[in-house]
């Protein structure tokens, strides 16, 4: 985690961020005014600056800045906690520190951020899906020709003892890799989906403390 973020807290579970350490900032016993804010929304972040959004290797503007890979970490272990609907993140930065033209700008940075890789994913899913249903389909013919063969031709012959034994076991081991793509690599990937989903619909909020 960089030095000057402080870990994602979900509102259901902000009672146990205590005797904290980040930045510098001793938060001992969170204060009535942090509590209340980390309430109100699914997911909140401390920070004492709004590097702590982003990559410290990326020295561009925010508006083109890398996302932080911690942040992105953290963000995912808490969206799993939260109920289905529109998700909150609130960003809770210093008073002394709030601007609120980077406000704006950061919020269309990650907006536009998630909404871009879930698009990917979203393809990736597809994609996945769509050659699952051809290899399945492939693999149903090959086992229609093994069949057609076996029951109409008649005559010994080794060329069609050859294909029947050909297409048979690759129409079999086709159909279930094509349905392995299907509901089980889709499905692998359909958490991080979920997740980039969830925060390219999020409302974004910058609150003071």
Known sequence: MPRNSYPLFPSCCYQTAFGLQYGGILFSVMTEEI???????????????YDAIFSDFDPRPYSERAISDDFLLEAKKAAREVKPGVLELRFLIPKHLHNTHE??????????????????LEAEVKGVIRNGILLVCFGLFAMFLSSLIAHYVQQQSLFYDFLRVLFEPVGWFTVWYGLDQVFYISKQQRPELDFYRKMAHAEIYFDLF
């Not at 704006?104 to 990917?120: N, P, Q």
């Open 35 to 49: 509590k209340n804010l980390l309430e109100k929304s699914s997911i909140s972040l401390l920070l004492d600056s």
């Open 103 to 120: 406000d704006a700008m950061i919020r269309e940075r990650l907006h536009h951020y998630f909404k871009k890789h879930e698009s990917i």
